[in-house]
């Protein structure tokens, strides 16, 4: 065994202690489920593999959509109604209860770990086996064992759908309402920025604001000079402003809360957001598969192959389209994200 191997597993070790403890001191009761719904929300997009390949396109894609999110929904749902039921009966807590709780909370932590080290190391392992081949001379016993051949062919699908259920959790969790002003305060802050520079750069009196610093670094070289004194200027500005906007969301976040608290709209709040994060986070992948699918297939018939052809970086033009499509191979490995790369819409576009 290799030293580089012995302190992986010893790390792994620490972090698996630490994550135990961490259950042990936070409580099954104040944790986040999701390291339990994850595979049972996994298992039930499994139901993927029973759809026709010979459907409609847009059907297939959208039955596979609305498993997942259905799934979801009803998974989360469930788990949020047992929190609610189980904070009603259990106060004040018994003491049995009390450790049961600890308990608890360190296997959901243990569990978390363990979901995090198998999205995680499936995705690594599944892009070695077809996008790197080269590299997997030394595990080929992991990718020749029984074990692989049924584990391997859903890595991708495990990675891919975590990384959904945690944005649908997120999502619902933070709420439409609070998830605006998030991102109202991020282009409040970008805006500010852009302002500042304007105002600085194109109005008379800000531009002598900032000159009036710069007259302060006089001995100093004209250019050190005007960067510190417009730089100072504007981070005066940018603070004034940026506060202002602040205090701002800061009312526009405590009426949010306020809302949140009615019946029932808390709950479409958060469904809203959750709805659009996936949606989102769809879009990008069918993006994604329409750039994969064009680099692998269309590249070589474009007029840029064709220049880069006659530059004779034909070589160059391979390499990239047999990237593509090692990475097509990848995706294409696992059901879910194979409905999703061969049924997306956005194909059609090509």
């Not at 106060?91 to 080290?117: E, K, N, S």
């Amino acid at each position: 065994m290799t030293t580089t191997t012995i302190i992986i597993i010893v790390l792994a070790c620490v972090c698996g202690v630490a994550s135990l403890l961490y259950g042990v001191f936070r409580k099954f009761s104040q944790m986040g489920w999701i390291p339990w719904q994850i595979p049972l929300i996994f298992l039930f997009v499994l139901l993927c593999d029973k759809l026709p390949e010979t459907m409609n396109a847009d059907t297939h894609f959208a039955l596979a959509s609305l498993i997942f999110l259905g799934g979801t929904g009803v998974i989360l749902g469930i788990g949020g109604v047992l929190r609610y039921l189980m904070h009603a009966k259990l106060r004040p807590a018994h003491t049995a209860w009390r450790a049961i709780d600890r308990i608890l909370g360190a296997l959901t932590a243990l569990m978390g770990y363990a979901v995090i080290l198998l999205a995680a190391g499936g995705l690594a392992l599944s892009l070695i086996e077809n996008c790197i081949p080269s590299l997997g001379g030394s595990l080929s016993p992991v990718f020749e064992s029984g074990v692989w051949g049924v584990v391997g062919k859903h890595a991708l699908d495990f990675f891919v759908i975590a990384v959904l259920a945690c944005l649908v959790q997120v999502g619902y969790r933070v709420g439409f309402g609070r998830g605006f002003i998030i991102l109202l305060m991020f282009a409040f802050a970008v805006g500010t920025i852009v302002l500042t520079v304007f105002l600085l750069w194109r109005v008379p009196f800000f531009r002598a604001f900032g000159e009036l610093f710069a007259g302060a670094f006089k001995k100093s070289d004209p250019i050190v000079a005007n960067c510190a004194g417009f730089g100072i200027a504007g981070f005066i500005l940018f603070a004034i402003v940026f506060t202002i906007l602040t205090v701002l969301c800061f009312f526009l976040h405590k009426l949010v809360r306020r809302i949140r608290y009615i019946r029932g709209f808390g709950i479409v709040d958060g469904l809203l957001l959750a709805v659009i994060l996936f949606a989102v986070a769809v879009l990008f992948l069918c993006a994604l598969n329409v750039g994969v699918w064009w680099l692998a297939h269309d590249l070589e018939s474009t007029s840029l192959a064709e220049q880069l052809t006659a530059e004779g970086a034909d070589e160059i033009l391979r390499t990239i389209a047999d990237i593509a499509r090692r990475v097509e191979a990848w995706i294409t490995s696992s059901s879910f994200t194979r409905i999703l790369y061969t049924a997306n819409p956005f194909l059609k576009l090509l």
